[in-house]
Every structure is written in C-alpha cells, then in structure tokens.
C-alpha cells in the first residue's frame, strides 16, 4: 500500500568490526545461546507446539505463497556448476508406444550454491574446531554428519514467519551488492510494517535481491552482496528467533569482519543455533502481504529426508 510507505532513507554504512570485536561479539551470543545448556536442535527449541497453534490459528484467507526461487540450471556467474536435470525415461522411439511407458528424471544439485534456495543445518558451520554446542567438527566424516545433521529437522520446521522487507523500509527496489543490514534496520522496518517478531519466529529478511537479479541479470556474488550486518544478530537474539531467511544469503560481501568471510553463518549457526535459509524469493510474497495488510504468516518447511546430510533444497511455504 503506497500510503504507508516510508519515505527513502540513507543509512551511514555501518562500521566494519576488527576481528577481536567479532570474537568477542561471537562468545557473548554463544554464551546468551547456552543458557541453561544448549538445546539439541538448537534455537528450534524455543518454536514450542503451543506457538505453532497459535501460529496456525492466524491464518486468515488461505492463502499459499512459495519462497522458493526456480532451480537454476543454467551456468551463471552466480552458478558455475548448476543443478542438473535430465529425462532417463521415455527412449526415444518410446513416446509413440502402445501400452504403458514411464515418464522419468534425475536431478543433481550441490546444495550449498549461491543461487538456489536451501536449508542450512546446525552441522553446516565450522568455527574454531567446534560445531554449534561445542560439538567437534571431527563428528564429520566422508560419511556423513554425525551430529548436528539435517535429521534435527526431519518432521520439518512449521511456525510463525515474519517478513521485513529492508528495501521498503529504504524507499528502494532492492539494496545494492554489498549494503548491509543493521539491527537498528530490523526494529526501523518492524515498527513500519506494524509488525513485531518474538520468540520462536521464523524471521525472513529481504534485501531485493531476486528483484535485481531479474533486472540486472546474475552477477559474481562471492564478491559483492548485500546482507546483514554481523551486529544485527543482537536484534535476533533479543527477540529469541528460531529461524533466519532471506533472499540473499544473510550474508554480505565484502565482509564486515577481515578475516572471516561469513560472519554472520558464523554467528547464526555455530553460535545461536539458528538454521539458516539462503537465496529465498518474496517477490511473490510482499504483494499478499500488502493486500492482506499484515507481514507475518504460518510457514510451512519440509527439507527432504537426508539423515547426515548439512542442508537440503527446500520449498518453504507461507499460509496467510
């Protein structure tokens, strides 16, 4: 709705932290994670059944919206090794066979690419030696994850999302590669959206970055990105969130941190125990929600079924 549009805002570009800020930033979010011992599925423990039920009863029109972008299979500067698909079945000559001929493909995808969406586990991130919980990275062997793996999330990840939409917030289509995202941006564009994000929320954070990717075109984005900043995590961790999406991936580049080239997986997953959603869309999204006047959703993931495996493509579904 263009009447409760904010006006365009310009933000000073938020400081870059000294690896020793980072480390201590690091410890202190680890450290409020692990009160009172870290939970085994980490930050979904506090996504309780009674905040899926309520999350479930917000639900008004029916209304469902996927934050999947398309599976890229086409080589891209942001996808030099691209999904691929091939039909195994009808052989040529079979399509025009009498009786019964199957239909059939295979798919291949390298999940932790940088253009299509996916599910990061609390196994995925290595810091120090150390997993999320101070579990040894040595429990990851070529055959699997040991610990940690995306078998936490077998029965799926169901609960409240909420969608800050930074652009907006901005006046902007989209933030551009290497803009980031601060916590004070999170309460600017929660108190305009008249929304509020709590505990055991599923937060997705938009930056545009499917908008201008379909504008523009695809571009290198191991080198330029736009993100969170690694101090926004604060604003996360004081509203006790479970889950972290956005249509980039969370990260912005170059980093904020010398040394340390995604601070915020660092932070998010090693240190809070926050899985992670990477290269969502909401173009679709933002439209409804606009309609429908409110910003948050019953969002419904289902990563497949892979029990050592560090993350998973995924189709998450918003039901307003």
Do not use: K
């Not at 990061?120 to 120090?128: E, G």
């Not at 908008?211 to 509203?239: I, K, S, Y």
């Not at 959703?297 to 579904?317: D, K, M």
Request: include cysteine; proline fraction near 8%.
């Amino acid at each position: 709705m263009a009447s409760d549009q904010p006006a365009p805002s310009t933000p000073e570009p938020p400081r870059d932290l000294s690896e020793a800020a980072f480390r201590d930033l690091y410890r202190r979010l680890r450290d409020r994670a692990r009160d009172g011992g870290p939970g085994r599925r980490g930050a979904l423990e506090r996504l309780t059944p009674d905040r899926v039920v309520a999350a479930a009863a917000e639900v008004g029109c029916g209304r469902t919206v996927s934050l999947a972008a398309t599976v890229e299979t086409r080589s891209a500067p942001d996808s030099p090794e691209p999904a691929t698909h091939r039909m195994t079945a009808p052989a040529p000559g079979e399509t025009g066979a009498p009786g019964l001929v199957f239909a059939r493909d295979r798919f291949a995808m390298n999940v932790h690419n940088d253009v299509d969406s996916h599910l990061d586990a609390l196994c995925h991130v290595l810091f120090d030696g150390e997993l999320y919980g101070g579990v040894p990275a040595s429990t990851l062997t070529p055959d699997g994850a040991g610990a940690l793996s995306l078998d936490l999330v077998r029965d799926g990840i169901v609960g409240r999302g909420v969608l800050l939409d930074i652009p907006r917030l901005r006046g902007a289509r989209w933030l551009e590669p290497g803009e980031q995202v601060t916590a004070e941006d999170l309460g600017a564009a929660e108190a305009a959206q008249r929304t509020a994000v709590g505990p055991g929320d599923l937060l997705f954070v938009r930056v545009g970055h499917r908008l201008r990717r379909r504008a523009l075109g695809p571009w290198d984005v191991t080198r330029a990105r736009a993100g969170l900043h690694p101090t926004a995590m604060d604003f996360l961790a004081e509203r006790g969130v479970s889950v972290l999406g956005s249509d980039g991936n969370s990260d912005a580049a170059p980093s904020a941190v010398a040394g340390v080239g995604f601070p915020v997986h660092v932070l998010a997953v090693n240190a809070m125990g926050l899985h992670l959603l990477d290269w969502l869309d909401f173009e679709d999204l933002v439209p409804v929600c606009e309609e429908q006047g409110r910003w948050h959703f019953l969002c419904v993931i289902a990563p497949l079924r892979l029990p050592a495996a560090t993350g998973s493509p995924v189709n998450p579904i918003a039901v307003l």
